[in-house]
């Protein structure tokens, strides 16, 4: 159990991977580019001496690395490119650096956009709508109507209050729902999905992909969401 806590996210294995190979990887500061297919290399020298960390957390945590920011401004043209051990065994090429760039570009507009996405959510105001009275108004020709009847059964009312308070526990309002950044998210983490409405869902992730994210709802069903509607 403590060795499981030791990687419950991306950050806490690319820790591990900077202290076990420390002149491959870097938790702050300049990146170097790696070599091409080093995830083989990867697997074959820490899954076998490390089981509780699987090829997939290993492939999303690689993932999680190459596409930050400072990995990506590394790519120059003729940059060395390095294994595990920080040899050098391969050189960046022009065709490299311009897909490097354009990644860069794409993840800095996304959150950007992002970014005013939810200072708008935040600025939004929700209109309460006026409670529309029914007992005792009067009718166009002045004649007061008769009051409704709003008395419920025992067994009715025990029901009406236990489906209002289903999801209590298992939902949020989307006024208090909170986008994260989605490179903070791994498999396994409880997030907040927004499903249409008014409510935010619990839920956890089961799948990481490019644009798109699998979780299981409280509900047990599973859907898959773009990475804007995941939050806390």
Not at 113 to 142: I, L, Y
Request: proline share 3%; aromatic share 8%; with cysteine.
């Amino acid at each position: 159990m403590e060795n499981e806590n030791k990687f419950s996210t991306v950050k806490d294995i690319v820790e591990f991977l900077a202290e076990k190979f420390p002149k491959c990887f870097v938790v702050k500061g300049e990146c170097k580019p790696l070599k091409i297919g080093l995830f083989n290399d990867l697997a074959e020298r820490v899954c076998a001496e490390t089981p509780e960390l699987s090829k997939t957390r290993l492939r999303h945590a690689l993932r999680f690395y190459t596409t930050r920011w400072n990995y990506l401004e590394a790519f120059k043209e003729g940059a060395a490119r390095v294994d595990l051990d920080g040899n050098e065994v391969d050189t960046v090429t022009a065709e490299q650096v311009e897909y490097a760039t354009k990644n860069l570009e794409t993840s800095k507009s996304v959150f950007e956009q992002k970014k005013k996405s939810q200072n708008a959510g935040a600025k939004r105001k929700f209109v309460k709508k006026p409670f529309r009275k029914t007992d005792g108004e009067k009718s166009a020709e002045g004649a007061e109507k008769p009051a409704r009847n709003r008395k419920f059964s025992g067994a009715a009312r025990q029901n009406r209050n236990q489906n209002s308070g289903a999801y209590k526990g298992n939902s949020i309002g989307t006024e208090s729902f909170e986008q994260i950044d989605i490179t903070t998210v791994d498999v396994g983490s409880k997030v907040h999905v927004l499903c249409g409405g008014s409510k935010a869902v619990e839920a956890t992730v089961i799948e990481m992909a490019k644009d798109v994210v699998g979780v299981e709802l409280v509900t047990g069903m599973v859907i898959r969401v773009s990475p804007d509607r995941i939050g806390r």
